[in-house]
């Protein structure tokens, strides 16, 4: 059972626009802590694609973007391409764990 | 551009301890303050971390695995490790070593992951 919750998948048509929430709590993302996000392409090693809540590293196209409000985050793919495809997992601090903590992942499938 | 690779025996008898390594390329280990850290996702189920050496050696674990992890750091080879011992088949799992980048001095992120290594625990 994975602190942070994500819906389990997703879906759009290419073009679309598609949003991931990770609803988390009072001793993670409510209390402060930032909210980051990871994209797993198949067969492949994770990879950063928003830290501290919205920020994009460098080469990440600016088709993603994230939010974070209260005790949830949100990651926004806008334009959706079929390259998207892949799992997507936040991740946050949780102080009563004393433990970094991932969401639970979230499969986005291009329709 | 810094690359991690992990390294496994595959396959632990359970009660033995899981050993793994992961090799950094592209940077040195001591050079900078990163959290070399050792995350896993055993299967069908979500991204767990298990803990992390700072590049001071100062190490910080999961409460949940506390007891029977220790992670080091070989400074001469580049490299990171991760034992965990009486290992079972709650063990078994894809295990990722990855550098965490201090985050404004609230914890970290997670900027570059090895490819992940499949560890099976089974006699």
């Known amino acids: 059972q994975s602190v942070l919750t994500q819906p389990p998948s997703v879906s759009g048509a290419p073009g679309q626009r598609v949003t991931i929430s990770c609803t988390g709590s009072?001793?993670?993302?409510?209390?402060?802590?930032?909210v980051h996000w990871y994209q797993r392409l198949p067969g492949t090693a994770p990879k950063l694609l928003i830290y501290?809540?919205?920020n994009r590293p460098s080469g990440v196209p600016d088709r993603f973007s994230g939010s974070k409000s209260g005790t949830s985050a949100s990651l926004a793919i806008t334009g959706l391409q079929a390259e998207d495809e892949a799992d997507y997992y936040c991740?946050?601090?949780?102080?009563?764990?004393?433990?970094?903590?991932f969401g639970s992942g979230t499969e986005v499938t291009v329709l | 551009q810094v690359q991690l690779q992990e390294s496994s025996p595959g396959l632990v008898k359970p009660s033995q301890t899981l050993s793994l390594t992961c090799t950094v390329s592209?940077?040195?280990?001591?050079?900078?303050?990163?959290?070399w850290s050792w995350i896993r996702q055993p299967a069908g189920k979500g991204l767990e971390w298990i803990g992390h050496?700072?590049?001071?050696?100062?190490?910080n674990y999961n409460p949940s695995l506390k007891s029977r992890v220790t992670i080091s750091v070989d400074t001469s080879k580049n490299q990171f490790s991760l034992k965990l011992s009486s290992a079972t088949a709650a063990d078994a799992a894809v295990y990722y070593c990855?550098?965490?980048?201090?985050?404004w001095g609230r914890g970290y992120y997670f900027d570059s992951w090895g490819q992940g290594a499949l560890v099976t625990v089974s006699s």
């Open positions: 991740q946050s601090y949780d102080s009563s764990l004393s433990a970094y903590v």
């Open positions: 009072s001793s993670n993302i409510g209390a402060g802590y930032d």
């Open positions: 501290r809540n919205s």
């Open positions: 592209g940077g040195s280990i001591i050079s900078t303050n990163y959290y």
């Open positions: 050496i700072y590049t001071s050696g100062n190490t």
């Open positions: 990855a550098r965490g980048a201090p985050n």
